[in-house]
């Protein structure tokens, strides 16, 4: 999981990022990759992003078909500006957390 603002030319995002200007866009590459590069394996991706005190920001599922290695965004923004504090991100895959991230919006 590689936490960012700015996706590269790949979709994912190309310099990662720990402490973020309220105004940006909160960008998550996961990287997955199958066992057998030939064989789609079904799963759901989620992400749930955290504010300092364990409310929810946001949270999002992406169910489809893993086949090699590839690459999956979750991207939220706040127009109005995110408030400065401490944030995390959980990345679960079929409901089992398997990552997280702490980052600091300024």
Same mark, same amino acid.
Do not use: M, N
């Given at each position: 999981v590689v936490l960012g603002n700015v996706p590269g030319a790949d979709g994912q +995002?190309? %310099? &990662? +990022? $720990?402490e973020f200007a309220g105004t940006? %866009? !909160?960008? $998550?590459s996961i990287t997955t990759s199958t066992s057998d590069p030939a064989a789609m @394996? $079904? =799963? %759901? !991706?989620s992400a749930k992003w955290l504010f300092e005190d364990g409310? @929810? @920001?946001n949270e999002e599922s *992406? %169910?489809?078909g893993f086949t090699g290695p590839g690459v999956t965004n979750?991207?939220?923004? *706040? &127009?109005d =500006?995110?408030? $400065?504090g401490g944030y995390k991100l959980e990345v679960s895959l079929d409901g089992k957390l398997v990552e997280s991230?702490?980052?600091t919006v300024k």
């Open positions: +995002v190309s %310099t &990662p +990022v $720990a940006d %866009t !909160l960008i $998550a @394996v $079904a =799963g %759901t !991706l409310q @929810v @920001v *992406k %169910t489809f979750f991207q939220i923004s *706040k &127009p =500006g995110w408030p $400065a991230r702490e980052f």
